[in-house]
């Protein structure tokens, strides 16, 4: 019954829906975004100082690297065992240099876990600093290439995975009284003391990481946009002339400051293929969804347009190809 019960839930809540499921509405309008931006893959000249227009497979370090240093939390690129002979300040995040959705990452407590990872990732990845507010949020982001004016698009919150004690239940029972973290319960139940019992309203961490796929919820905070926040970002992104659509992963001491554009830490910057988080609320309604989703794929659309009418080509078939299975080669990698 519980099988039957995941399954249902699953079902009637889109936010579990396989990607190839939910961006169906995307697919069917694909002729028309590419003959908007004269090619098939128009996405890849989204942003010209990003391999690819940061569809996939671009390096985090490397682009971390373009932002204004001021924003960023200390990170290490690691590619060899050497790159570890560093005073490393732990608990650290350690997160594959190539990949998305959360796969592979790790917060990491001591040397012998840092290089266990090392050994055991066996490929180039960043050792982050890792921050210790809970407020996180991800910041979708546009830039007209004419007007150089940059938007705020989306924000969406986090909410980390958590239980709240009863005195009673242990964090087993806990989680699987949950939808969210029983799906959750077959890759953590190693990591955590299931037997455990929690004090009456004691809440437990269960997941740090503030990734959909590991949990979080993501909640619909659009209104948190401001001027100030806005300017930040735009002043984030100053080394970076040519960059256009995106996302920010990034961590603030609190709401009020990421309104006023304070205490912010950009933890990645993602490409032509960011998702504007706010989408998946669990309140948020389908039809809601897919418009929002279409509407950011027609800006993504008008953007690429704009750089191909200022002489941007986009990344021959054969080559994308080539690039595409390449990086299908390191998603089976864990």
């Given at each position: 019954m519980k099988f039957k019960s995941d399954f249902l839930h699953?079902?009637?809540?889109?936010?579990?829906?396989?990607?190839?499921?939910?961006?169906?509405?995307?697919?069917?309008?694909?002729?028309?975004?590419?003959?908007?931006?004269?090619?098939?893959l128009f996405f890849t000249i989204a942003n010209p100082c990003i391999p690819h227009g940061g569809s996939f497979g671009e390096s985090k370090a490397n682009i971390l690297n373009l932002l204004n240093p001021k924003f960023l939390p200390l990170s290490f690129p690691v590619a060899s065992i050497d790159d570890l002979n560093k005073d490393f300040i732990f608990p650290v995040v350690a997160k594959p240099d190539i990949g998305e959705r959360g796969v592979n990452i790790r917060l990491i407590y001591t040397m012998e876990e840092l290089e266990k990872?090392?050994?055991?990732?066996?490929?180039?990845?960043?050792v982050q600093e890792y921050l210790t507010s809970q407020f996180e949020a991800g910041v979708m982001v546009f830039r007209d290439p004419k007007t150089r004016q940059l938007q705020i698009s989306s924000i969406v919150t986090k909410e980390f995975l958590k239980v709240r004690g009863d005195g009673v239940s242990t964090i087993k029972k806990l989680m699987l009284k949950n939808p969210r973290s029983?799906?959750?319960?077959?890759?953590?139940?190693?990591e955590i003391e299931a037997n455990r019992i929690l004090n009456k309203n004691e809440e437990l961490l269960i997941e740090p990481i503030g990734n959909h796929s590991r949990g979080t919820a993501f909640i619909n905070s659009n209104d948190l946009a401001t001027k100030e926040l806005t300017s930040a970002l735009d002043e984030a992104l100053s080394p970076m002339k040519?960059?256009?659509?995106?996302?920010?992963?990034?961590?603030?001491?609190s709401v009020e400051d990421l309104k006023l554009g304070q205490t912010i830490k950009i933890m990645e910057l993602n490409g032509a293929f960011s998702e504007p988080g706010h989408i998946y609320d669990p309140k948020e309604k389908l039809w809601n969804a897919w418009k929002d989703l279409i509407s950011h794929w027609i800006i993504l659309s008008k953007v690429c347009r704009d750089n191909y009418q200022r002489g941007y080509r986009a990344t021959p078939f054969l080559e994308f190809a080539c690039l595409y299975k390449d990086y299908k080669k390191l998603e089976q990698m864990r």
């Open positions: 699953k079902l009637y809540h889109y936010e579990y829906w396989p990607a190839w499921i939910f961006y169906m509405p995307v697919y069917l309008l694909w002729p028309y975004f590419a003959y908007r931006a004269r090619s098939i990872y090392f050994h055991d990732l066996g490929r180039p990845f960043i029983r799906f959750q319960w077959e890759r953590l139940k190693n040519e960059f256009y659509f995106g996302r920010f992963d990034l961590k603030a001491d």
